[in-house]
Every structure is written in C-alpha cells, then in structure tokens.
C-alpha cells in the first residue's frame, strides 16, 4: 500500500506551486495590490469590467465569445460528420490505395498549420471566405480532419462485422445499418474525438489570427493575445481577469469528461 501511494504523494507535493500560482491568480483578478506586494489591500470588480462594458478600442466580450462557441461547436461538428463517415468506407471498403489514403491522412497532420499559411490565405482570399468565421471553420475543420478519420477508422475495425452482415441479411440498408448498429459501438470514440475537436477549436489562435483578424469575426483567443498588443495601457489584472474567462469553460470540459477523453486512444467497443 506505501509504495502504490508514494507516486501519489510525491505528484501532489510537486503540484503545490503550481496549485498556488492558480490560487494567486484568481485571488489577484478579484483584488487591488500596492507595487511589489503580494498582500491584497482590498476588494474589487473593476478588472471584471470587459463583462458588462467594452473595452477601448476591443469588440464586446459576449459577441466574441458568441464567435468562439460557433467556431468551436461548428467545427466539431464538421469533424464527426466527416470522419465518422470517412473512417467508415476506410474501414469497410475496399478502395483501391486504402493504405496510401490512410498514411497520407497522417503525414498532412504531422505538418504544421504554420507551414499552410500562405496557400489557405490565397485560398479563402479567392473565395471570398477571408476575414469570415465560415473560412476559418473550414479551415480548421479539415487540418482536424486526418487525425479524426485514423482514430475512428481504428474503433471501426475493431466492431464485429458479422452483426452487419446480419442486419443486412434482415433487409437494413448499409446506411441505416452504419447508422443505427455500427455507430453506438464506438460512442465512446465519437464523444472523445468531440470533446477534443472542441478543445483544438476552442484554444486556436494561429488560424483566427491570421485568417478572420476583424472585430466582427474575432474569438477569444485573438481577444485575449490583443490585450498585450500596446505596452504602454497593459493591465496584467485585466488580462488575468480575461485569461480566467477564456479558460474556465476548458476546465469545466475536461473535468466532466475527462474519461472519455481518455477513451481516444483505449480501443473500440465489441459488439
């Protein structure tokens, strides 16, 4: 029993400072401090303030968040959808080059979203998708896209054929049978690859940065890295107060579901 327990003790000793960090943080976006002093000298909710008044020259928090979610929950979507299907024909088909789709889908995940710049901006510049939360959802979707097709497809191969072969034997077409028997085999994977998608979305910068800069199809990412833009007005209790927002809903996420998220890369489940 000591020696099962003392991993758990010495993690917990190596987390202390990080737990106060986090403590310190949230204690400093609801409080007033003298310069150098680590001791609050008072109660306040003025670095709270970007929730009910915006900020100069910064789009109203509840619209970008707005964005935030849309991009998140759209391009979720978008994933399941795709490579639910995708994995599917990759897993029970028999399409010529099977093996090279599969190792393509891999090696364009390996590559860098940075490295794409360039050819995605021409691409949505040309159709008319550039500085739109549609472009950026496309985008990330389908750089999502690879990694989603080659778990499920993983799930998929390891669902018994023989109960499809049954349900199409009793008159069930492919797709109702992919549908409503192949589908609820691998719901854990179906929920951990949209909790992932959600968070990938969720944390993007890179992309809604460069391809939808404006105000109008702003998230909470850019928002966020737009408080350090000017020095000489940066309030760190402010963008503390900002940073907490952004991430709680992430927080949130991971506790409910973090065992589903875990179940990404545990296997199938046998029917």
Request: hydrophobic share 55%; aromatic share 14%; proline share 5%.
């Amino acid at each position: 029993m000591r020696s099962a327990k003392l991993p758990f003790v010495i993690l917990s000793v190596l987390s202390v400072p990080l737990a106060l960090m986090y403590l310190y943080l949230l204690i400093d976006t609801f409080t007033v401090s003298e310069p150098g002093s680590l001791i609050p000298s008072g109660f306040t909710l003025e670095h709270w303030r970007f929730l009910w008044q915006d900020l100069p020259g910064r789009a109203n928090i509840w619209w970008v968040t707005l964005n935030t979610i849309i991009f998140a929950t759209i391009t979720t979507a978008l994933v399941l959808l795709l490579s639910s299907s995708a994995a599917y024909a990759l897993s029970r088909l028999n399409i010529p080059g099977r093996r090279i789709l599969l190792g393509g889908a891999m090696v364009l995940h390996a590559f860098p979203s940075v490295t794409l710049l360039i050819a995605i901006f021409l691409i949505l510049q040309y159709a008319g998708l550039y500085d739109t939360i549609a472009g950026v959802v496309i985008i990330k979707a389908s750089l999502e896209l690879p990694l989603g097709i080659w778990i499920l497809k993983g799930f998929y191969d390891t669902v018994p054929w023989e109960i499809e072969m049954a349900a199409i034997q009793d008159g069930a077409s492919r797709f109702y049978t992919w549908r409503k028997i192949v589908l609820p085999q691998i719901k854990p994977a179906l929920a951990a690859l949209a909790i992932f998608s959600f968070l990938a979305s969720w944390s993007e910068y890179i992309l809604p940065q460069v391809l939808a800069p404006g105000n109008h199809a702003q998230v909470l990412s850019v928002y966020l890295a737009g408080l350090i833009a000017d020095d000489s007005h940066f309030d760190m209790a402010l963008f503390k107060s900002v940073g907490l927002f952004y991430v709680l809903p992430v927080f949130a996420l991971f506790l409910i579901f973090q065992k589903q998220l875990m179940n990404m890369y545990g296997g199938g489940t046998k029917g």
